[in-house]
């Protein structure tokens, strides 16, 4: 069974660097696409963007320049990096797998990260 | 970027209800939409992929139906653990994107 954990702080001033680890067990990362996407309490889901394991990546727009991804397959797991945080990026972030057929077939539980002082 | 519209954003159902939730895409998206199930403080769930496919594992009582712009996610037979947050994605181009959620809560 694939299993996706995120880590990284919980808490960010703002104008720093928020950066996220998701690790992957229970299979090989190598294959796929890896996804972001965040949740901002009380609203709807948003799509970071992905990576796939050569390290191809698409961003959203949105967020494209502020955004990196990256992947490491020795250590099975990818990364986020969304630069000069502000209140607006507080947010409960997942890590996906894309599946073959795009869909998200798995998730990480999530981990709440807040912009603040 | 495709927009991605359901109705209705929540509702009020029953036990045993049959519950119907729309999606409709500001452009053709084929088949390229999935449904997800999210319940309070837990991670979304895939329900169906490519509009009508079953996710592995998921009840039979949840069908998907589409193709184009308008979708459709039916609960044949709405169940306790059925009340909570659905959304639809459409995969057909980046950046994917959702809808706003419809919240199904008992009535």
């Known amino acids: 069974q694939v299993q996706l954990q995120e880590s990284g702080p919980g808490l960010v001033k703002p104008s720093e660097t928020l950066s996220l680890t998701c690790t992957v067990s229970g299979g090989s990362i190598s294959g796929y696409y890896w996804t972001w996407i965040r949740q901002p309490a009380g609203k709807g889901l948003e799509w970071i963007g992905r990576i796939y394991t050569s390290g191809s990546t698409n961003y959203n727009p949105s967020l494209k320049s502020r955004v990196t991804m990256s992947v490491d397959t020795s250590k099975n797991n990818f990364s986020l990096k969304l630069t000069s945080v502000t209140a607006a990026d507080t947010a409960v972030y997942y890590c996906a797998r894309s599946s073959s057929s795009s869909d998200l077939d798995y998730w990480g539980q999530g981990t709440l990260v807040t912009v603040s002082s | 970027d495709i927009q991605m519209t359901q109705s209705p954003s929540s509702l009020s159902a029953s036990v045993g209800d049959r519950v119907t939730i729309t999606c409709r895409a500001s452009?053709?998206?084929?088949?390229?939409l999935n449904w997800y199930q999210q319940q309070p403080g837990k991670a979304p769930k895939l329900l169906i992929y490519?509009?009508?496919s079953l996710q592995s594992g998921v009840p039979s009582r949840f069908s998907g139906s589409g193709s184009g712009t308008d979708f459709t996610l039916t609960i044949s037979s709405l169940q306790p653990e059925d009340f909570a947050t659905y959304y639809c994605q459409q995969t057909y181009s980046t950046p994917q994107t959702f809808g706003q959620g419809t919240k199904v809560e008992i009535k």
């Open positions: 490519a509009a009508s």
């Open positions: 452009q053709s998206i084929s088949s390229y």
